[in-house]
């Protein structure tokens, strides 16, 4: 029997490679919402390409007043999934090694139906999928374009500043008191900054008050981020 060609047998395996390859990036099962874009898929953890929903704790205003559409976002992905079985595909992984990922449920793209209904914002960094159903809940001024509100990358943002040291700020003897004591997130002498292990295996702590600080499920607690950092610790990447 005649041997195949090098380059049928190149073709074969690329053949038959290719539904693994693609199986790997499938993430499906029954979906736990963590907030208005994150979600555990199967006991994965998913956050979803292209949007971005507000934080779990930021605050609209609605003529001045504060409105918790945060937590709002988050009740409006449980009702677009309802319970059911969702079917992701990864497109990445973050910081926090969660999956990237694009989902589906009953055949309808949570991105799209999240954006559209104004629940969150085109994650423009990312790509302008979702542009144009940002643009439709805009001009209706429905979810949290009916309120003034901060883009949730800026808010995530001020969050991190407002944790972030202010020695240049302080007269040099005020910074040299902060820096011999550091400060310390404590309550009741419980200490509070929650360090974790990803699943890539990074040591990485968290804040009080950063994004993502009550899902956190702590391996490790202390009281000061010298602490953290002593113990292998960095502190975590807010995106």
Not at 171 to 179: D, I, L
Request: hydrophobic content about 40%; overall charge neutral.
């Amino acid at each position: 029997m005649p041997k195949p060609a090098a380059s049928h047998l190149l073709a074969a395996a690329l053949t038959f490679g290719l539904p693994a390859a693609a199986t790997a990036n499938v993430i499906e099962g029954r979906a736990e919402v963590i907030d208005g874009d994150s979600l555990r898929v199967g006991g994965t953890e998913v956050r979803l390409f292209g949007v971005d929903a507000p934080e779990f704790t930021q605050t609209c205003a609605s003529d001045g007043a504060p409105v918790a559409c945060g937590a709002m976002a988050k009740e409006a992905l449980e009702g677009l999934i309802g319970g059911g079985t969702l079917h992701c595909v990864a497109q990445d992984t973050d910081a926090y090694g969660r999956a990237v990922a694009r989902c589906q449920t009953s055949g309808l793209d949570v991105g799209t139906a999240l954006v559209a209904s104004g629940w969150a914002t085109a994650y423009r960094r990312y790509g302008d999928d979702y542009v144009a159903a940002e643009a439709s809940a805009r001009a209706a001024g429905i979810g949290i374009w009916q309120w003034e509100f901060e883009l949730p990358e800026a808010y995530r943002a001020s969050q991190q500043a407002a944790h972030e040291p202010r020695q240049a700020q302080r007269p040099a003897r005020a910074a040299a008191q902060a820096s011999a004591r550091p400060r310390r997130f404590e309550q009741g002498g419980i200490c509070l900054i929650k360090g974790n292990h990803s699943r890539r295996g990074d040591w990485i702590y968290h804040l009080p008050g950063m994004p993502y600080y009550q899902q956190t499920n702590a391996e490790a607690y202390f009281c000061t981020e010298a602490e953290a950092q002593a113990a292998g610790y960095r502190r975590a990447i807010v995106r």
